[in-house]
C-alpha cells in the first residue's frame, strides 16, 4: 500500500527577492531546443510541455498531443515504481528517472516520502553501491584517480566557473553506510547524499557536486572481480592519501570559493582526522561525525525537556566509542559548555565513553583515537570499581542517558535497562546502531522492562511500542532532519566556517520542533515527513548564528525572522515546472544551456 502523502502546496514565494541569484520564481531561460531539450533533466517537461513552449522550443511532432499535468506524470511514474519486482529494481528505476527528468523525480519521492526514503537511500541505495560496478550505466559524479594526482585540479575544473556550485559531497568510499570499503562504487553515497540535500532543503540540483577520492580497496571481493571499476589495488594511505585529500580541498576552495564541501562516509582512522584539519580554514561539515551528534543531542535535549534534568546536569553513557559514538560526545560536550559557561574539558567529564576494553581510561594511551582522548576518565577515580563492562558503568554513573553507537546487537540486556531505570525515572535510551539487526535493543523491550517510562529514539524507523494500552512513538535519529538544513544555512550565508555555536543553533532549532513539547507520548523527534519545514528553521539559526558571529559573507540578509525566512524559502528549490523563456545559445549562462552541474 502506497504511503502517498497529501502533499502541500508549494511555500509562497517572494518575487521582492527575486533578483537573488538563486531565487526560484518566475522563468528560467533556457537556450535549447528540441530533442536536445528533451534530453536534458533539469529543463525537461516530458508530455508536461504547454502548448506555446512546444511551438516556442520546436517539440511539436516529438511529443505526444495530450499534454500532462505533473500530478498525472507522478500518478504515472508510481505506476511504473510499483511494477518493480525488488527494492533495488525500484531504486534503479528512480536513477533512470532521475537522468530523464529532474523535477519528475523529486516531485515523485516528495508525495511518497515515507516509502521511497528507504529506496534512494540506506538500506536499497547500500545495496546499489555493492553493485555499482555490475549496475554501471553512465557516470555520474567527478572521480578523481589518486595515481593521477597532478589532474586533479584540472579534473575538477569542468564542473563550473567559481559561482556555479554550492554544495560539494566527497568520499572516499572507505566506510560506506556500515557495509565497509566500497572503493569507487562511494560516488553514490555523493551522489544519494546530495538528493537529499535537494529533496530536504531545497539545495539547487543543479548546483552540487558529488566526488569520489578513488584511492583503491582493501576488498578482496572488489580487487577479484573483472567487472570493478576502480583502482585495482590496496588502498593508499600515509602522506600520500594526506596529501591527494589536501589536493582535492585545495582546489575546490580554489575554483569554487563559495562552495560547502561536505566529507561522507571516510574511515575511522580518516574522518575525524580530516575535518580537524579544514574546519578551522573552510567551511566544511562530516555527516558522520556531527550530523549524528547534532541530530542526537536534540533528541536528549527534547528527552531532558520531559524527564526534566538540564543539560548542565545530565550524566550520559556512550556504548561504542566510534566515529559515531565520539561524534554524538563532542556535539553533547559542546552544548554543554555552550549553556554553562563550562570549559570543554570541564562538560565532557559529564560524559562517560565505553568501548572493547570497557571505561575508556587514561591507560589505555596508544590504544585511544584522537577523539576518544578527551572522554578518558582517570584511573585513580576508578580504582577498586569495576569498569570492564557496561553494567558496572551504568550502576557507577548512574546516567540519565544511554547512548548505544557499538553495532553488538541486544548489549542492553534487561538487567542493563533495569538498572538504569532504578536510578532514574525517565531514562532516555538511544539504541542507535544499524542496521536493525544490529541494535542494541528492540524498543519494544526497552519500553516493557522501563514499564513504559523510557524516553527512546533509534538509528532506524520502528513502529510505535505499547505498555499497559498506551502508545508511544519511537524517534528516529535520522540525520536527514538536521544535515541538509546546517548546509542550506552555509550555503545561502556563505559562511567563512561552520563553527560549534552554528551547529549548537541548529540543534536548538531542531529540538524546538520535538512533538514530545507538547506530547511525551508522541517522540522526540519531527517526522522525516515535515523536513523542508524543519530545514528552514535550522537554516534560519544557523544564518543568525553565522551574522552574529561575523562568519557570514552573503550581503544584505535580513534581520527580522519573517523577513529571513522568506528570504529563505525564496532560494529553496522545489520540484515544481518553471516557465521557460527562449534565449539565444550566444548570451546563454552554463545554467540557460541545461549544463551548470555538469562537466564540459
Known amino acids: 500500500m502506497s504511503s502517498h502523502h497529501k502533499r502541500s502546496k508549494p511555500h509562497e514565494k517572494h518575487p521582492h527577492f527575486g533578483h537573488l541569484p538563486l531565487s526560484t520564481s518566475g522563468p528560467q531561460d533556457c537556450a535549447l531546443t528540441g530533442s536536445a531539450l528533451l ?23 516529438l511529443l505526444p498531443q495530450h499534454i500532462s499535468t505533473l500530478d498525472t506524470q507522478v500518478k504515472r511514474a508510481y505506476q511504473q515504481y510499483s511494477t518493480r519486482q525488488d527494492d533495488l529494481a525500484k531504486n534503479t528505476f528512480m536513477t533512470s528517472l532521475a537522468e530523464q527528468n529532474q523535477v519528475l523525480y523529486f516531485r515523485l519521492i516528495q508525495d511518497h516520502l515515507k516509502e521511497m526514503f528507504s529506496i534512494i537511500y540506506t538500506p536499497t541505495e547500500g545495496d546499489a553501491i555493492q553493485n555499482y560496478s555490475r549496475l554501471f550505466r553512465r557516470p555520474e559524479g567527478c572521480f578523481l584517480n589518486i595515481n593521477d594526482i597532478d589532474r586533479v585540479h584540472n579534473d575538477l575544473a569542468q564542473w563550473g566557473g567559481p559561482e556555479d ?27 544519494a547524499k546530495l538528493v537529499l540535500t535537494t529533496l ?176 578518558a576518565r582517570s584511573d585513580a577515580d576508578w580504582e577498586g570499581k569495576k569498569h570492564d563492562d557496561l553494567l558496572s558503568v551504568i550502576k557507577e554513573v548512574k546516567p540519565h542517558v544511554l547512548i548505544g553507537t557499538s553495532t553488538r546487537p541486544k548489549s542492553f540486556t534487561e538487567e542493563i535497562i533495569k538498572e538504569m531505570a532504578s536510578h532514574v525515572d525517565r531514562p532516555i535510551i538511544f539504541p542507535l546502531s544499524n542496521p ?46 538536521c544535515f541538509p538544513g546546517i548546509g542550506l544555512g552555509c550555503v545561502l550565508s556563505r559562511t567563512k566556517l561552520l563553527s560549534d555555536k552554528m551547529l549548537v543553533a541548529a540543534v536548538k532549532a531542531l529540538a524546538a520542533q520535538s512533538p514530545a513539547l507538547k506530547d511525551p507520548d508522541i517522540g522526540l523527534l519531527p517526522d522525516v515527513v515535515n523536513v523542508r519545514e524543519i530545514s528552514v528553521h535550522i537554516a534560519r539559526a544557523v544564518i543568525k548564528q553565522a551574522v552574529e558571529e561575523g562568519l557570514a559573507t552573503e550581503e544584505g540578509i535580513p534581520t527580522e525572522d519573517d523577513v529571513l525566512e522568506e528570504w529563505i524559502r525564496e532560494q529553496m528549490w522545489d520540484p515544481v515546472y518553471r516557465p521557460l523563456r527562449f534565449v539565444e545559445k550566444e548570451t546563454a549562462s552554463k545554467q540557460a544551456m541545461g549544463d551548470a552541474g555538469m562537466a564540459g
Open 165 to 191: 556550485i554550492d554544495y560539494i559531497v566527497v568520499t572516499d568510499g572507505e566506510e560506506i553506510l556500515g557495509i565497509g570499503d566500497q572503493g569507487v562504487g562511494g560516488i553514490l553515497i555523493s551522489v
Open 436 to 481: 536493525t539487526r544490529l541494535h542494541e535493543a528492540s524498543p519494544e523491550d526497552i519500553n516493557n522492562w522501563t514499564k513504559g517510562k523510557a524516553l527512546i529514539a533509534t538509528g532506524s524507523p520502528f513502529p510505535p511500542v505499547k505498555y499497559e494500552g498506551r502508545e508511544y512513538e519511537i524517534a528516529e535519529c535520522n540525520n536527514s532532519t
Open 200 to 375: 530536504c532543503a531545497g539545495i539547487h540540483p543543479n548546483r552540487t557536486l558529488p566526488v569520489v577520492l578513488d584511492c583503491g580497496t582493501d576488498n578482496e571481493e572488489l580487487l577479484n572481480d573483472d567487472l570493478y571499476l576502480g583502482l585495482r589495488e590496496p588502498r593508499v594511505r600515509g602522506k600520500s592519501y594526506d596529501d591527494f585529500v589536501d589536493k582535492f580541498v585545495q582546489s575546490a576552495r580554489k575554483l569554487y570559493p563559495r562552495a560547502y564541501i561536505h566529507f561522507e562516509d571516510f574511515g575511522l582512522p580518516n574522518a575525524r582526522r580530516i575535518l580537524d584539519r579544514y574546519r578551522p580554514s573552510i567551511p566544511c561539515f562530516n555527516d558522520d561525525v556531527q550530523g549524528t551528534g547534532c541530530v542526537t543531542l536534540a533528541a536528549i535535549m527534547a528527552g531532558l525537556h520531559v524527564s526534566g534534568p538540564k543539560l548542565s546536569d545530565m550524566r550520559m553513557v556512550v556504548f561504542g566509542s566510534g566515529t559515531a559514538g565520539t561524534g554524538i560526545a563532542d556535539q553533547v560536550r559542546d552544548a554543554i559548555a555552550a549553556d554553562s559557561g563550562k570549559s570543554k574539558e570541564d562538560a565532557a567529564l559529564q560524559i562517560w565513553c565505553v568501548d572493547k576494553p570497557g571505561l575508556l581510561l587514561k591507560s589505555h594511551d596508544s590504544k585511544l583515537t584522537t577523539a576518544q582522548i578527551p572522554y
Open 39 to 61: 534530453n536534458k533533466a533539469y529543463f525537461n517537461k516530458g508530455a508536461g510541455f504547454p502548448q506555446e513552449e512546444r511551438e516556442k522550443f520546436k517539440l511539436t511532432g
